[in-house]
């Protein structure tokens, strides 16, 4: 009994231990992955400021991040959750992981080839899209650098492919820092017009059009920076193999690919081709024994006039010498016929083998790759409703009346809402979520949960000090940001507001990041789409009306006019609190009940609150911004 109770206290003893070893190395991959996305966004904000200062809210700055909006929504879309919530579970249970990670980067990549051609030739009506109110003058203007924008979603893919693989490795430097060589080109790309006092129109253009090429070139920069970690890692090696295993796939099967769909040779033809081989070669070994019956026979008579007379050997010895060889002549070819026939059977079972192999090996991936698709395009509108609102917002705003300077106001704005977004919510579910997707394959939702409730209580306190903090000091971190040069206070106090509307849904979009993980490891992606679409229709719709209302009636002035772009924003993140509200209740509320009860943790929440806003009402008293 005693060694019982001793065996078990060991085995609880070596879980505890297990488990904080995995908390450990989950607070490592969070930092490393906070540290870098901080170090991006920096660069970032900079990117931002110089170009603040150069094109300020201009119409010039409007279709900059028109012609970049789609783009870098792609981008964020998918690097910082689509793909990687729906690669990873299903290259985890990948039997063959080369062949399938191989497969999903070729098909991705023709697709968006493809894409990117079709905006070639429609470009006009994809900006006609993006920006609605804009005249045929300003669509002109904007037109060109769309067609510029749509080829950095090539690079960003193969950017993300790559990424993701590193992170089944757990290297997660690598995805938080290549954004920041993005930023760099842009910023050098700026810098020759930060210097200069005063830009005319056709400067500001050029300017535009310089810094569209500077993002292609930072996208191939991000590419180059996976090269050799991938290479310690031994993932370039995994690709190769993928490589030659479809290669010897498609060979061994006898496959064909059309527009009908993906056929196989038949197993029957290739065994009856090797048999009619066979037989061929029988019957040709035959004719070869019978002709040599009949130059035999032929010989024998010509032996018998010859030496008919002859005394000294008789006619019925030589007759037996000759029946002697002919009958060893026609064993000896029936022999090698029949040990080819062998031969020949033994490779028809081979190929047999191989066939069945390859065309199982075959089938096996395409329901993969199905069950892949089937999940990535709800986990990519599931984890951009966000992203999706905002470009929404963009469109829409658009249509207001003196809409000069709008689409920029709510960027701007919405470039400080994503760095708490990014830095703390981004970075935390990025690194659990291989930890969840693991332990969810084991059949160990325990782990699963304990990591959750780490990472909630972490991001409810951060995000809500970050919510408070933006809240009171939005004019003045505005202020710090962006104005000077061509950007001026009017601004500032436009874009803050517009922050203030976003940071009303940072705790329900950061938090909603973490308990979506849930269902994307149990490959729920289809549940997490059906609340995204809901919260979109939620967030579009009450933007929508108060747009059309403006537009409607006119309204250039008044209370309604001054927060526009505050009510445009509060509208997403009513959309975010609907979203958060249906992640729970897919969570489920048990459990979302057992990872917030927890005494400690609130009352820290509660602390850091009332420290936080005591701080900042002692230093508006001595700095604000009006």
């Known amino acids: 009994?005693?060694?019982?109770?001793?065996?078990?206290?060991?085995?609880?003893?070596?879980?505890?231990?297990?488990?904080?070893?995995?908390q450990n190395k989950l607070k490592r991959f969070f930092l490393t992955n906070a540290s870098g996305i901080l170090c991006s966004r920096v660069f970032g904000f900079l990117r931002d400021a110089i170009q603040a200062a150069v094109l300020g809210?201009?119409?010039?700055?409007?279709?900059?991040?028109?012609?970049?909006?789609?783009p870098n929504m792609f981008r964020r879309v998918v690097s910082e959750g689509a793909f990687v919530q729906s690669f990873l579970p299903f290259f985890l249970s990948a039997k063959k992981k080369g062949a399938f990670s191989v497969s999903i980067f070729w098909i991705f990549l023709f697709f968006i080839l493809i894409l990117s051609i079709l905006v070639m030739w429609f470009a006009p009506f994809i900006t006609k899209i993006l920006a609605l109110g804009y005249d045929e003058e300003r669509i002109s203007l904007a037109m060109p650098l769309v067609r510029i924008h749509f080829w950095y979603l090539i690079l960003i893919f193969i950017v993300t492919y790559l990424s993701t693989l590193l992170q089944y490795k757990n290297i997660f430097w690598v995805n938080a820092y290549n954004t920041a060589l993005l930023n760099i080109a842009m910023i050098v790309a700026m810098l020759p017009y930060q210097f200069q006092t005063s830009l005319?129109?056709?400067?500001?253009?050029?300017?535009v059009y310089i810094l569209s090429y500077a993002v292609l070139i930072g996208g191939v920069c991000q590419i180059l920076i996976h090269f050799y970690p991938l290479y310690r890692a031994g993932l370039w090696r995994l690709q190769y193999i993928g490589m030659l295993s479809l290669k010897k796939w498609y060979r061994d099967s006898n496959m064909t690919i059309s527009f009908r769909g993906i056929r196989f040779g038949s197993k029957d033809s290739i065994a009856c081709h090797v048999e009619r081989s066979e037989?061929?070669?029988?019957?040709?070994?035959s004719t070869l024994n019978t002709a040599n019956n009949l130059d035999s026979k032929q010989n024998l008579e010509s032996k018998k006039s010859i030496d008919k007379n002859s005394a000294e050997v008789s006619l019925s010895d030589f007759v037996g010498c000759v029946d002697i060889e002919t009958?060893?002549?026609?064993?000896?070819?029936?022999?090698?016929?029949?040990?080819?026939?062998?031969?020949?059977?033994?490779?028809?079972?081979?190929?047999?083998?191989?066939?069945?192999?390859?065309?199982?090996?075959?089938?096996?991936?395409?329901?993969?790759?199905?069950?892949?698709?089937?999940?990535?395009?709800?986990?990519?509108?599931?984890?951009?409703?966000?992203?999706?609102?905002?470009?929404?917002?963009?469109?829409?705003?658009?249509?207001?009346?003196?809409?000069?300077?709008?689409?920029?106001?709510?960027?701007?704005?919405?470039?400080?809402?994503?760095?708490?977004?990014?830095?703390?919510?981004?970075?935390?579910?990025?690194?659990?979520?291989?930890?969840?997707?693991?332990?969810?394959e084991r059949k160990d939702e325990k782990i699963a949960l304990a990591n959750l409730k780490t990472a909630f209580w972490f991001l409810l306190i951060t995000l809500s000090i970050c919510t408070l903090g933006g809240i009171m000091l939005s004019n003045e971190i505005v202020w710090l940001l962006f104005?000077?040069?061509?950007?001026?206070?009017?601004?500032?106090?436009?874009?803050?507001?517009?922050f203030i509307g976003y940071m009303a849904g940072?705790?329900?979009?950061?938090?909603?990041?973490?308990?979506?993980?849930?269902?994307?490891?149990?490959?729920?992606?289809?549940?997490?789409?059906?609340?995204?679409?809901?919260?979109?229709?939620?967030?579009?719709?009450?933007?929508?009306?108060?747009?059309?209302?403006m537009r409607y009636f006119s309204i250039t002035d008044g209370i309604l006019w001054e927060l526009r772009y505050f009510i445009v924003a509060l509208a997403g993140s009513i959309g975010g609190v609907v979203l958060f509200v249906f992640n729970i209740k897919a969570f489920g509320i048990h459990n979302f009940l057992a990872i917030i009860s927890h005494k400690k943790y609130a009352f820290y929440l509660l602390l850091a609150l009332g420290v936080t806003f005591s701080i900042l009402q002692i230093f508006k008293q001595f700095f604000h911004i009006t």
């Not at 809210?57 to 789609?70: E, V």
């Not at 005319?200 to 300017?207: D, G, W």
């Open 483 to 498: 104005e000077r040069k061509n950007f001026v206070r009017e601004d500032t106090l436009q874009v803050a507001w517009a």
């Open 327 to 440: 009958r060893s002549y026609l064993k000896g070819n029936d022999a090698v016929s029949i040990s080819n026939s062998r031969k020949s059977t033994k490779e028809t079972t081979q190929d047999s083998r191989f066939y069945t192999k390859a065309k199982h090996n075959i089938l096996r991936l395409l329901a993969d790759i199905k069950a892949f698709f089937k999940a990535f395009f709800p986990a990519m509108l599931g984890a951009s409703t966000a992203q999706i609102i905002a470009i929404i917002d963009s469109s829409l705003i658009t249509l207001l009346p003196n809409s000069d300077g709008g689409v920029s106001t709510l960027n701007f704005a919405n470039r400080i809402f994503q760095l708490p977004l990014a830095i703390f919510a981004i970075a935390i579910s990025s690194a659990l979520f291989p930890t969840i997707a693991k332990a969810i």
């Open 279 to 285: 037989i061929s070669h029988i019957e040709s070994n």
């Open 57 to 70: 809210t201009s119409i010039y700055s409007d279709i900059f991040f028109i012609a970049f909006k789609f």
């Open 200 to 207: 005319t129109e056709k400067e500001l253009f050029e300017a």
């Open 1 to 22: 009994m005693l060694e019982k109770h001793s065996s078990e206290n060991i085995k609880t003893i070596d879980n505890n231990k297990q488990f904080n070893r995995k």
């Open 506 to 549: 940072l705790l329900a979009f950061g938090l909603t990041r973490i308990f979506s993980l849930w269902l994307y490891a149990k490959k729920q992606q289809a549940k997490a789409a059906k609340y995204s679409v809901i919260a979109l229709a939620v967030g579009t719709l009450l933007s929508g009306i108060f747009i059309f209302f």
